[in-house]
């Protein structure tokens, strides 16, 4: 019930692709669904987030997309950079459970030239 | 957002000994949290610091193990008691205004046990 799930794993692009990360999770209290970015030796640093009352939200070159009815959501990057190699984690809290943020198992990105 | 400061860094420490890592932040914040970040692993939620209260830990860590201290809006400790190799991780604070906003972390404590 706690769980998100990630994926994939892993993913490779080339420079100028979109890159798309999915995330899945059970518990229908979770409302709030945020995507942290991290670079080797640095603490994950929010990116972008959504709240269940839209089904997508756009950030510059990023956007969340999300469907209730699936339980799913997902991380589109367009135009990628090598700039955005990093692993990105997905996550999701409750404001019924004092927010704390269950991760994704996170996924790493390499944009290449 | 809030700007914390997490010390030490990095640290090698020897098995049975204890390690007390800090987190400051610049500003009250409602919310602080410590994680444990394995090697390659994703975030696990170690327990949530309440201010003037005993911290609420998530299962699988106890109190003995991993006591938690939040004398204020702005600081917290968590120290890791009788280290062993396994406890070697990374070790995050965050912090956050309230549920559902976004949650600031620190740049972490890398621990290693010998």
């Known amino acids: 019930q706690q769980q998100v799930k990630q994926s994939p794993q892993s993913l490779i692009v080339q420079k100028g692709g979109i890159s798309i990360i999915n995330c899945a999770y059970e518990?229908?209290?979770?409302?709030?669904f945020p995507w942290y970015q991290q670079f080797p030796g640095k603490g994950p640093a929010l990116l972008i987030a959504?709240?269940?009352?839209?089904s997508e939200k756009k950030e510059g070159r990023f956007t969340i997309s999300f469907n209730k009815s699936a339980k799913q959501f997902s991380l589109h990057i367009m135009d990628s950079q090598p700039g955005d190699s990093a692993t990105y984690f997905c996550?999701?809290?409750?404001?019924?459970?004092?927010?704390?943020?269950?991760f994704g198992q996170g996924t790493t990105l390499q944009v290449k030239p | 957002s809030a700007v914390i400061s997490q010390k030490p860094s990095r640290d090698i420490c020897q098995r049975g000994t204890s390690l007390t890592i800090q987190c400051q932040v610049d500003?009250?914040?409602?919310?602080m949290f410590w994680y444990r970040q394995q090697p390659g692993q994703s975030l696990t939620l170690i327990a949530t610091?309440?201010?003037?209260?005993?911290?609420?830990?998530e299962s699988g860590f106890v109190i003995d193990k991993f006591p938690i201290s939040r004398p204020n809006l702005t600081f917290s400790t968590l120290t890791v008691s009788n280290m062993s190799p396994e406890d070697s991780s990374i070790y995050l604070c965050?912090?956050?205004?309230?549920?559902?906003?976004?949650?600031?972390f620190g740049s972490g404590t890398r621990l290693t046990v010998v």
């Open positions: 965050s912090v956050g205004m309230g549920i559902g906003y976004g949650y600031t």
């Open positions: 518990n229908t209290a979770f409302d709030y």
């Open positions: 959504i709240r269940p009352d839209v």
């Open positions: 996550a999701a809290s409750s404001s019924s459970n004092t927010g704390k943020l269950i």
């Open positions: 500003s009250q914040v409602t919310m």
């Open positions: 610091a309440n201010q003037g209260s005993e911290a609420t830990y």
